[in-house]
């Protein structure tokens, strides 16, 4: 009897038990909306970056269902051969005017963007890229495939930047990448002292605004029209699965730029497009940006209604200014409980722990939307003072 070669993996999994860092996949049985089924349950679901309830949006469905009847189901091919269909352009066109750029290049999910631009720009040992430390993993994946050294800086210390860019001078290109709100935090970016800071040493600012598309700036725009950095930005992320309810990501920004991605990319290169139903809906959403900013304006008052009812009971949000906001448990094990607890009480809010976030630093990430009512609000905030006191969070 041959043995198992990946009998250590049992090991890997007890560990992650023993850590209590193992969680069963939770399962969505109906729509993604504020209140939602999950795993049987009924629950005011806080994890969803549906941040403006698109996801049920009638404009949108609609998009999606005529697409599938006029262009099919799929490309069955990749950009570069024959999957470049005339609604991918013109969801690329629709979003290079809605960013203010001259170009834009969708890609097949956030996360392969990042990787795309780290590794296709830094492709050199001469070059360096600058990363925040608490970007997101996929910048941080992009970056170790780079072929160029990295430089990680603490958590939005300019003067620390400054220092590495001083000593970096010699670089053939430098990349200065950060997220426009952190994912974990709900922190936003000094955005404009990195880019004095670029100029000032003729690097390349790369914004990712995944948490902030749909959320900062007019219409939605993100984190340059947030700080009005219109045109000295040259590279901004964005991705297409939260706020805009769908799929993929993108980056935005010169012609060049569009092209020598499109030659060099190598998840653009080897990746079929997407169906067409999908960029149907994008399209959708951005005309919902455009033409709806009531959505905006009730998503930030209920993130403030909120934030206002968790400080009052005593919670620790950390330094949250965006509608991720996080209660802080500190350990894993207490920041899981809560999440069961809270799970239990009809409140979904996923629990997350270390390596995700630094250690004593454990939390429920909660995520509120423009399509959550105040009653569910109401409602979720009497389950975190219950299950806070029970688990002596709360004085």
């Given at each position: ?189 000094p955005l404009p002292d990195i880019v004095d800071l670029a100029e000032k040493f003729g690097a390349i600012v790369m914004v990712d605004d995944a948490h902030a598309s749909g ?181």
């Open positions: 009897m041959p043995t198992d070669p990946l009998s250590f993996l049992a090991e890997e999994l007890d560990d992650l038990k023993k850590k209590n860092l193992f969680r069963k996949l939770k399962v969505l049985e109906t729509e993604q909306k504020a209140t939602s089924t999950i795993d049987g349950r009924q629950v005011v679901n806080l994890s969803s970056n549906n941040y403006l309830g698109l996801t049920t949006h009638p404009r949108l469905r609609e998009a999606a269902i005529e697409a599938t009847r006029k262009y099919g189901v799929g490309s069955a091919a990749v950009r570069t051969i024959i999957g470049t269909m005339s609604i991918h352009e013109e969801l690329e066109t629709k979003l290079a005017r809605f960013k203010g750029t001259e170009a834009a290049l969708v890609f097949q999910s956030g996360f392969t963007t990042n990787v795309a631009v780290c590794q296709s720009l830094m492709s050199a040992e001469q070059d360096l890229l600058v990363s925040d430390e608490l970007n997101h993993a996929s910048i941080i994946d992009g970056a170790r495939l780079a072929k160029s050294p990295r430089k990680i800086y603490p958590h939005k210390d300019m003067a620390a930047l400054k220092r590495i860019l001083e000593e970096g001078k010699g670089a053939r290109r430098t990349l200065i990448v950060t997220d426009g709100v952190f994912s974990m935090d709900g922190d936003i970016a959320v900062l700036g007019e219409n939605g725009r993100g984190s340059v029209s947030h700080w009005k950095l219109e045109g000295r930005v040259p590279i901004q992320i964005g991705t297409l699965s939260k706020a805009i309810a769908s799929i993929g990501g993108y980056v935005a920004g010169t012609r060049l730029l569009r092209e020598y991605l499109v030659h060099k990319a190598r998840p653009f290169l080897f990746s079929s497009s997407h169906p067409p139903s999908v960029s149907a809906t994008c399209i959708a959403a951005i005309d919902v940006l455009l033409t709806e900013p009531e959505l905006l304006r009730r998503m930030w008052d209920n993130a403030r209604y909120f934030k206002e009812g968790l400080a009052r009971l005593g919670f620790n949000t950390g330094a949250s200014e965006t509608p991720i906001t996080p209660v802080i448990a500190g350990e894993t094990s207490k920041a899981m409980r809560l999440s069961d607890r809270l799970f239990e009480e009809g409140v979904f809010a996923q629990g997350i722990g270390f390596p995700t976030v630094a250690e004593g630093r454990a939390r429920v990430r909660t995520i509120v939307t423009a399509a959550h009512t105040r009653a569910e609000l109401d409602f979720a905030l009497d389950k975190f003072a219950k299950v806070g006191r029970e688990l002596e969070l709360l004085r």
